[in-house]
């Protein structure tokens, strides 16, 4: 079936320092993909909706450039956080899905990031 | 704006019991719902999802839900547990039928008792 693969799956950095998760559809094309982000014992919440070769779209009250969406091709986004501090400390999980009609969201596995 | 809440942060069932999970939606459109499970380390898989085709949905591993607008609720059930159930259950809600732009509850994991 249909996977998508999520690195690192685990990170700490130190404050201030920039982190990059990847996210890979493994066999399909991404068209689109979604970035969310999971404080403890909280929802997870959509930060944005990147589209291949376009810019992302983000949700209200996330910071654009803190949070750095790159979709350059159809089977990988980026998400940099830059400057990090410790409250961007969070799990973050993104998913994809392919361009067809009715085709299945597919989630990675998520990134614990700990910033120090 | 659509949300969903979830009941219970935690359930512990026996092997065999009954699982039960709360959710009640918000939302000013007719919603579209679904639970979603994530087992330790894997990433989020659909259970079922709701579209209004039906309001008693069946969904894998023998988990189904029912829409009940009335109640604004979207619990999910399954009759009797077992221990590869043991998972954390995300309820959501999307503004259309395809799972876009999901909303999640703060979720609920169940243990499983032998």
Redesign the interface.
């Known amino acids: 079936g249909a996977v998508v693969s999520q690195h690192p799956s685990r990170v700490i950095c130190k404050s201030g320092t920039s982190v990059k998760i990847e996210c890979r559809s493994l066999d399909f094309q991404a068209t689109t993909m979604f970035w969310y982000r999971q404080f403890p014992k909280q929802s997870l919440m959509l930060m944005a909706t990147s589209n291949e070769g376009s810019k992302a779209t983000y949700e209200q009250g996330v910071e654009k450039d803190k949070f750095l969406i790159n979709h350059a091709s159809l089977t990988l986004s980026t998400l940099t956080v830059t400057s990090a501090h410790p409250e961007d400390s969070s799990f973050y999980i993104c998913s994809a899905r392919a361009g067809e009609v009715n085709s299945p969201l597919h989630f990675g596995n998520g990134t614990r990031l700990t910033v120090t | 704006a659509q949300s969903v809440t979830q009941l219970g942060?935690h359930v512990s069932v026996s092997e065999g019991a009954l699982v039960l999970l709360r959710c009640n939606y918000s939302s000013s459109v007719p919603p579209y719902l679904f639970w979603?499970v994530q087992y330790p380390?894997?990433?989020?898989?659909?259970l079922l999802k709701y579209t209004s085709a039906a309001t008693l949905v069946k969904g894998i591993n023998g988990f189904e839900a029912e829409f009940k607008k009335s109640e604004t609720s979207f619990h999910l059930t399954k009759p009797s547990a077992h221990m590869s159930d043991a998972a954390e259950y995300?309820c959501a809600v999307s503004d259309g039928p395809?799972?876009y732009?999901?909303?999640?509850?703060?979720?609920t994991t169940v243990t499983v008792r032998a």
């Open positions: 942060s979603y380390n894997q990433g989020l898989q659909l995300f395809l799972d732009k999901l909303s999640f509850g703060a979720g």
